[in-house]
């Protein structure tokens, strides 16, 4: 196929899903409220103050699917990939209404992600060899290949859920994920791959009209999963079968910040002796909020984070070997850095004694340096 033609195709996936997400949203939202698919804030996780319906990803789904009947390439993987992709939306429709158990939820996107896996041979099975003193430049799963992938698609899928917790912050963040695997896609020859990104974006960026600050509708886990679970199973069909470093670093790297996201969350709560899947009031964007940031600030800061790792990526797969690996190593050192600067000054507003109370074990500041305090603080 020529060239252009696929570039047009791409372009033509985007633009329907656009359309069409923009176009189905508004009747969800009447739907959702047909049915109780209503969020009300109930506890201090949430940012919002009225209910609010959510469902919207039903929204885009349907976009999506739309745009890949006319445009994609519908071949075994990608069969098997849309039916579970169906499953787990399902599976959040019933979640956003009635609130089902985590339990459950962890059981049905594990048959979802084994789908591909095992009926479509959807499958990642070798990681870059980080080994300097072996001649294979590959590390073979082999028998573990079938659970890994499992385990990266269950991952990823919940990685994006989590991060669902501000007005804009997981579709556009997933917008920006799909952009860069299209760019990835068509540096590397996976024209299919590119025209599937180009509808997931179009869907998202159709919808985000309805979902930034303040939102009217969100997605809810209908939505969040949906695109975490795509993500994750486009990421496999190309993303891992780069040559050399670049065939493990581009995924993570993309996803980047919703893995980061979830592997806190994890350890924080394994570390506090509570289930990995309990709910709290700990994840990055809460703690920009508790910073100071209001919810625009927040979701732009997380914007540019998610695009500049995106953007590190597409470099990665057009340069050379030694480049990309003091380029993965710079982004690693600032991500350090980074988490330890929010977490210092999270630190530091904890310490910090409440307005007109002096600290503890402190002499009394003098009137000159309470009022410049006073002026800081302001």
Known sequence: MPEYTVIWMIVAAFLVAGVLSYFFTPYVKKFAHKIGAIDVPKDTRRMHKEPIPRLGGLGIFMAFLCSILLFGKLDTPMLCVLLGALLIVVLGIFDDVMALGAKLKFVVQI???????????????????LNPFSDDMYFHLGIFAI??????????????????????????????AAITMLAVALLTGEMGIAITMGALAGACIGFMPYNLNPAKIFMGDTGSTFLGYMLATVSIMGLFKFYAVISFAVPFLILGLPIFDMANAIIRRLAEGRSPMSPDRGHVHHKLIDMG???????????????????????LTSSGEVKAIFLLLAVLVAIIVGACVIYGAEHHMHRRPPEGEEP????PAQPEEKEKNSDEQD
């Open 111 to 129: 048959i979802a992600a084994a789908i591909p896996v095992c009926i479509g041979g959807l499958r990642i099975d070798m990681f870059t060899n």
């Open 360 to 363: 503890k074990n402190v002499p």
């Open 147 to 176: 659970p890994v992938t499992i385990i990266w698609i269950v991952g990823i899928t919940n990685a994006v859920n989590l991060i669902d917790g501000l007005d804009g912050l997981a579709v556009g963040v997933s917008s920006i």
């Open 293 to 315: 940031f209001n919810q625009k600030q927040a979701v732009a800061i997380l914007y540019a984070v998610s695009g500049t790792l995106g953007l590190t990526a597409v470099i």
